[in-house]
């Protein structure tokens, strides 16, 4: 049309057809029909006739793999060659390899495109998911943790907590933070499929025990996501990119997880005072509304299971199929209650007291976690085990040397002071004071 239009400026200028050709390098003859033509109408685009394909009679067939490989991990699903593959099997099939790529990448694009309805929050309601971050532990080592995000969708403002993995004690200990935190309880909580939490299987939703009786305790509703429609629960995915960008670069040192949530509520909320992105008031602001619609803020639940277990000839006992932490040298090859939290493993005794304490461990790799304090009692028995054991490589250099040059008499002395120091103050503050007492002497 361009084109068109400057032949009829031309024309008006006084110039003839075979100017005007030489003017636009076109033929002269393309020149008189434009000039000549009074009414430039547009022309409708014809649609786009399909024409049969070999592949029509097996569409129904791919569109049928496709949608069953939505319920399955990314990686064991129907590629173009794998459908191509499972169809020559079939002697009525004879499409080329180029016919049915096309067509896996038309269904796909489609897919892709499909928009999605703006949906709609009240105040006080929430998301749920975890996300992943690496994470500086006390000897500069690198490793991932897990942190759980809690976004409003209604006021955009949202909390982190970070811990070890995904399960039902993480997410219940970190909600009961939140909530106490908030003074009140969200009416009702979207999940995607977390297994720590629960399942949605089609129509049947089965949650974890330890979930589902914090969830009677609270008052929550909850809603599980349908399958890949993670827009049901946008505000919490781009909440999860979000915190991991402003609160986790550069990346954090964190030798104590606990003191270093307390730090990341506080942190949240600070970051509250910025502008909603649609609604042109501050998240804080907000926020007052979502706190308005929460529930009644009941007593804390004890946010932990218990576990019967058998121990070993050393004490220990075996959790998640790779961890393994010690009891006492006193309950080897016993059976032991091992009350599990989110941070915590701690084997009790039959009358509830706690034999010893160890920081939970996660992920595939085999752990092994001692106690020391509980071999005291058995180094009493038998002082002459001091040099090869736990307890001495876990002292204080100078209070390891000091103890190796005592007598046998003197050093089950020593022992005996130890555990009873350490049974009421700590095994760790009891050190503390030796080496300052030690320092103070000379």
Known sequence: MEQVELIHELRGK?????????RLNITRKTVSKYMNAEVMPERAPRAKEELPSKLDPFKPTIREWLEEDRKHRYKQRHTAKRIHDRLKELPEYDASYALVQRYVKQLREYRHQEGTNELSWPPGEAQVDFGEADFYDAFGELK???????????????????FGGETAECVAHGLQDIFTRIGGIP???IFDNASGVGRRVKDNVRMAELFLRFKAHCGFDVTFCNPDAGHEKGNVENKVGYMRRNLFVPVPTVTDIQAFNMELLERCEADWQREHYKKGEALTVLFEEDKKALLYLPKPFPVCRYLRVKTDGYGKFLLDGKHFYSSSPEWAGKEVVVRIG????????????????HARMYGKQRTDSVDVRTTINRLLHSPGA??????RDAVPEQLRVGMDALERAELKEALRTMQDLSSRYGFDTHCKQWMRRRNSDG
Do not use: D, M
């Open 187 to 189: 009416g009702r909580l």
């Open 386 to 391: 001091w040099r090869n054991s736990l307890l």
């Open 14 to 22: 006084g110039l003839g057809p075979v100017e005007i050709a030489e």
């Open 342 to 357: 989110a941070h915590t493993i701690e084997p009790l005794t039959p009358s509830g007291e706690v034999i010893s304490v």
């Open 144 to 162: 991932p943790h897990k942190f759980l995000c809690v976004s409003f969708p209604h006021s955009n403002a949202g909390y982190v907590q970070l």
